[in-house]
């Protein structure tokens, strides 16, 4: 099975997605990451307010095979989680580039976004 990489997204080495929309971010894991995880149990997300540099733990997806830790593609502030994750972390398996999206961010630096992997990069490394 292909997994699924979107054109209009930009993508880190670790496997989070970034949607960019004026000076906020959604964020995610890819298609590639949830099935190389399996079933998602449990997310453990931020609170709204925290501050991350890119590079920093964002949160943690715990699946059936391990526990794994989201990075954060940029620095930002988290201005708005996904609550719906914690009672169906499931979704992220069923949708992960809309319903199972992980953090809003304001982003800090948006010359940071064009350092992500585009679309066609991310799909070399995958």
Request: hydrophobic content about 35%; aromatic content about 6%; charged content about 35%.
């Amino acid at each position: 099975m292909v997994d699924e990489v979107r054109d209009d997204l930009r993508y880190t080495k670790t496997h989070e997605w970034l949607k960019l929309k004026d000076n906020r971010a959604t964020v995610g894991i890819t298609d590639h990451a949830q099935s190389q995880l399996t079933d998602i149990v449990f997310v453990e997300l931020p609170p709204v307010g925290k501050i991350v540099n890119k590079g920093d733990e964002l949160c943690v997806v715990e699946s059936v095979k391990s526990v794994s830790e989201v990075y954060s593609p940029v620095s930002g502030k988290v201005v708005n989680v996904n609550k719906k994750l914690e009672d169906s972390p499931e979704t992220i398996n069923k949708s992960p580039y809309d319903e199972g999206w992980l953090v809003e961010l304001e982003i800090k630096d948006k010359s940071e976004v064009d350092k992500l992997l585009t679309a066609d990069s991310y799909k070399k490394q995958i």
